[in-house]
């Protein structure tokens, strides 16, 4: 009987872990590959089709909103006025309402003494030069940022869409952890940088705030 009630107890134990790791895993590997460094948003690099298609969505910021009861980004704007008055092609706009539309973002401050480690992973910080956020594909960070939080988080939506490697791996980690407050907060650091000539890093982190930001 003290075997058979050993044995129950363990398989419990494992099945528990297991269901954590299921839980757990999208999010880590997500961040599975970065190590604890510096990315520099430099180092990626956008085509001129890209860069078009994050500009357009930078260009509809003012109409993106984020559902109260489901936390997801959707646009006020249809599928005529995206394609006919502000010039999404077809191609750009299925691109939109797959890559950016239906992002989750929080709505309200991350209470501390919640853990939620399916979320809050650690990674590399990305730095993003003055010269990036004034002539670089951030420049439309900033227009963005000026437009408001909520469309500086569709911006950085697409753009996690469009580059890859570790720095795409790096701002799909900070889309991911992101709250209104943190976009909020983030928004108003991209300004304050621009017009003191200096840069801005950000780095997820498993505590909270779950973003770090600074300049350099």
Not at 33 to 44: G, T, V
Not at 92 to 113: A, H
Not at 207 to 216: I, K, N
Request: aromatic letters at 10%; a negative charge; one cysteine or more.
């Amino acid at each position: 009987m003290i075997v058979v009630f050993n044995f129950k107890k363990t398989l419990g134990v494992i099945l528990i872990m297991m269901l954590i790791f299921v839980a757990t895993t999208p999010a880590f590997a997500q961040s599975s590959n970065l190590k604890d460094r510096e990315y520099y948003l430099s180092d990626a690099t956008l085509s001129d089709a890209e860069q078009l298609f994050l500009e357009k969505v930078v260009s509809v910021g003012a109409f993106f909103e984020i559902d109260s009861l489901t936390n997801e980004l959707s646009i006020t704007l249809t599928e005529y006025e995206l394609v006919n008055e502000y010039e999404f092609t077809q191609d750009e706009y299925d691109r939109l309402m797959t890559d950016v539309v239906g992002v989750k973002f929080d709505l309200t401050p991350i209470d501390p003494g919640l853990v939620q480690p399916n979320l809050h992973v650690s990674g590399g910080a990305l730095y993003i030069s003055h010269t990036d956020l004034v002539v670089g594909c951030a420049a439309t960070l900033v227009v963005a940022a000026q437009a408001g939080p909520v469309a500086l988080g569709a911006a950085l939506t697409a753009l996690a869409s469009l580059v890859g490697g570790p720095v795409g791996t790096v701002i799909g980690v900070i889309v991911a952890v992101a709250a209104l407050p943190s976009l909020t907060e983030l928004a108003g650091r991209i300004i304050f940088a621009v017009a003191t000539g200096q840069g801005i890093y950000i780095k997820p982190r498993l505590w909270y705030p779950p973003l770090e930001m600074g300049y350099w």
